[in-house]
Every structure is written in C-alpha cells, then in structure tokens.
C-alpha cells in the first residue's frame, strides 16, 4: 500500500476521483476516501451495518479491500476504546455514502481523518449494492483502489491488479500476530491459566476470558509445544487470522501434539480450520465467504440458533451426517450455518478439543454465542456438559 496520509479529510467539494478495478476487468469509479493513493487486496463484502472500527481492526482482514453493504458509513466517527489490534488491518475500504460529520458523544476523530492517518487508500460514492451482487456472481477476487496520481489507463490498471498476490496459498498469520509473548491478567480471582496462540487475535478474545477468571499468555504464532507447555497451560486457545489455512502445517504439528496429550483445547476461526486438519479434515475456499455481525447458526448439540459474527473466506470439509473417526479419536460437526451448510464448528468426543469457525467475542456482534467461553471453562475444569457421554445420549 503507497498512499501520503494527511491528518484530517479533504473538505468534501474538493474530494479526488478515484477508481475501483476488479481482476475481471469490472470497473467502478468514485472519489478518494482516507489516503490517495494505490492499494491491492482481495474484494469482499462485509453485511454488518455497524462495528466498523472493529471491523477494519481486526487482523483477520489483513490483505483485504472491504466493501460495506450498509449505505452509510462513519455516522459515528472513530474512538480510541474500541480497537481490536494496533492499527487498521484492511488493504482498503469501499462505501458508498460517508458521513460528512460524525456524531457520538464517544467520537475523537471521523472514520475518513483516521484513514488517511493510518494510509489507508478507499473509495467512496460507489454503487456497493452492484458490487455486492457481482462479487456474490463471480466470488471474491483481486481488486485495486486507485486514487490521484495513481490513476492511469484502465488497461494499465488491470494489469497491476493481476500481478497483485491471490489470497489462496497466502501465509499471513506471522505478518499480524505478536512477536513477543504478553499476559492477559485474570480479572478478579485466577482459575485457570490458557496458552494462546496469536494467529491474529482480537483484542476483546482474551479479555472475555480473562472476565472468567483465566489468566491468558498471549504467544506469537510460531511457538512450539514446548513453547506452550512452558506456561503451565490448563488450556490452550488457537486464535482468529488471516490466510490459507492450508499453509498453516507449523501449527496443525503443534495442535496434534496438543490433542495428544489431551489438554483442553478451544479455537476460533483460523483455529477451528487448524483443529480441522489436525483431525484429518480439509479445507477448501469459500466463493464470497461470510462477513458480518448477523448470520445464523445452529448449535447441532442443543438445537439453538445463534446470530453470530463471521470474518471467514476458508472453511473446513468435513462430513455433516455422520461421527468421524480421526487419529484422535471420534469427532463431529457441532454447529452449521443455517444459510449454506457450511461447517461452523467442530467437536471432539474422546478428546477435550472443540472450536467455531465464527467469532464469539462478539466485537463488534451479537452475544449469542458467549457461552462458548463458558463451554471452555467446563472443559478446564473437567465436567464439561458437552462430554461424549452427553453427546451420546442426545444422539441415541
């Protein structure tokens, strides 16, 4: 990404032309919004219609243009509370109609002046409903925002997008996690203490469980067994994060070793594809995938349905109808998206291991599926109601 970064947005009558060029050659034009300049990354869609500042901080969108459904965008400026990480994470930003003044009590700055502080190139005044609609036609793809003195033939446009890196076969999870060990202290009386493996974690991931009285090492994403087992973990937790699970062999190694020596375990999104192919599954390449704060999923184990929040471009293969055997022991798939079937969570029946391809931190989301991390706590603690024994039983 190359873009200067003025402190405050351009005054509206003066905004920049800008374009938007997909690798299919789809063009869409605009003005600049945050920084001028060029950016590449894979185009996708986000359907929530807030939470932006989470959004755009979460490290899972690392390599991401972002295209937001919801019309209007930064009605409520930009805080400093409600950062997921350390900086915005998204390669761009496309909207349609911008705030020209933000308004909430709790606003520092508008979302355009923050943008362009951190150089972040994006556009606005596009149609994203037409965008939307082709990119959920054609699946997600490389797309350029191109702004200023960036701007050239279209021609030449599209060939710099089509030399950009795809995002299948992408390594990221090193690029957006910590390098240096840190602790999340228990808030009150410690319990438990979690190793937790830093894929690209959100901020509000280790408070929840530090709100349930678990100390929480967060360690970069290269550490090893040995690594994890130095914090005398009760548990170990694999983060969220961006890339091709596929490329994460380093980390399904270390997770097998840590189902074999059966110490809880919970994963979160590039997690739950981790603890997939640590069980033998694969994973594959979604279309358009899911993006948002409202998409439905059924808990299989009892039944509920959950809105939840998603960030996911990969999801695991594994079978819906049936319990799997796997080097582990017997597995299954525990919850499902109620819109496509696609495997939303895994169980683990004869090893204290489970995880959910979405987001139960809920930051920004519903709180629906803030039991899981109370489901972790039982496993810690050894009396988890979701055992094989139970499991059993509600299937016999």
Same mark, same amino acid.
């Given at each position: 990404m ?5 402190? =405050?947005?351009?005054?509206?009558r003066?905004r920049?032309?800008?374009?938007l060029?997909? +690798? ?6 605009? $003005?600049?919004? &945050?920084?001028?300049?060029?950016? %590449?990354? +894979? ?11 989470e ?6 969108y ?17 805080n400093?509370?409600d950062? *997921? ?11 349609r109609?911008p ?11 508008s979302?355009?002046?923050?943008l362009?502080? $951190?150089?972040?190139?994006g ?10 609609r082709h990119?959920?036609?054609? &699946? ?11 701007? !050239? ?5 599209l060939?710099?997008v089509?030399?950009?890196p =795809?995002?299948?076969? !992408?390594?990221l999870?090193?690029?957006v996690?910590?390098?240096?060990p ?5 808030v009150?009386?410690?319990? %438990? ?12 991931t280790? $408070? ?10 967060v ?5 090893t067994a *040995?690594? /994890? ?9 694999f983060?969220? &994060?961006?890339g ?8 399904? !190694?270390v997770?097998?070793?840590?189902? !074999? ?5 919970f994963? /979160?999104?590039?997690g ?33 349905? =959950? ?20 080097? %582990?022991g ?16 895994l169980?683990?029946?004869d090893?204290?291991a %489970?995880s959910? $391809? ?26 988890n109601?979701?055992?094989a ?6 299937r016999?």
């Amino acid at each position: 990404m190359t873009a200067p970064a003025p402190t =405050e947005p351009r005054p509206w009558r003066e905004r920049v032309p800008a374009v938007l060029v997909l +690798e299919d050659g789809r063009t869409f034009r605009g $003005q600049a919004y &945050g920084a001028v300049g060029e950016t %590449f990354g +894979e185009a996708v869609f986000n359907t929530g219609m807030s939470g932006y500042q989470e959004t755009l901080t979460d490290p899972s969108y690392h390599r991401q243009v972002v295209v937001m459904t919801a019309p209007q965008i930064g009605n409520t400026g930009w805080n400093d509370e409600d950062d *997921e990480s350390q900086q915005i994470w998204v390669s761009g930003y496309v909207v349609r109609d911008p705030a020209r003044i933000p308004s909430n009590w709790r606003s520092n700055r508008s979302l355009d002046a923050e943008l362009a502080a $951190q150089g972040v190139v994006g556009i606005s005044g596009v149609d994203t409903r037409a965008l939307t609609r082709h990119l959920r036609e054609r &699946g997600a793809m490389r797309v350029g925002i191109f702004s200023g003195a960036a701007v !050239a033939e279209p021609a030449e446009l599209l060939q710099r997008v089509l030399r950009a890196p =795809e995002m299948k076969g !992408a390594d990221l999870c090193a690029e957006v996690a910590t390098n240096e060990p840190y602790v999340v202290p228990a808030v009150g009386e410690k319990k %438990f203490t979690v190793a937790a493996v830093d894929l690209g974690i959100k901020a509000m991931t280790p $408070q929840r469980m530090a709100e349930r009285g678990i100390e929480v090492h967060v360690l970069p994403a290269n550490s090893t067994a *040995e690594d /994890i087992y130095a914090v005398d973990p009760d548990g170990v937790f694999f983060s969220n &994060g961006p890339g091709d699970p596929a490329t994460a062999d380093h980390q399904v !190694a270390v997770l097998r070793e840590v189902l !074999a020596r059966k110490t809880p375990f919970f994963g /979160i999104c590039f997690g739950n594809q981790i603890l997939g192919r640590a069980l033998g599954f694969g994973t594959y390449k979604l279309k358009y995938g899911h993006r948002g704060i409202n998409q439905p999923v059924q808990d299989r184990g009892t039944g509920k349905v =959950e809105v939840t929040a998603h960030n996911h471009g990969f999801a695991v293969e594994a079978p819906l109808d049936k319990v799997s055997d796997t080097p %582990f022991g017997r597995a299954e798939v525990s919850h499902v998206c109620l819109n496509d079937d696609v495997v939303e969570g895994l169980q683990c029946l004869d090893t204290p291991a %489970f995880s959910v $391809q979405y987001h139960p931190e809920a930051a920004a989301g519903p709180h629906d599926a803030a039991y899981l991390f109370d489901r972790f706590v039982e496993l810690m603690r050894g009396d988890n109601k979701h055992s094989a024994e139970l499991m059993e039983g509600q299937r016999a």
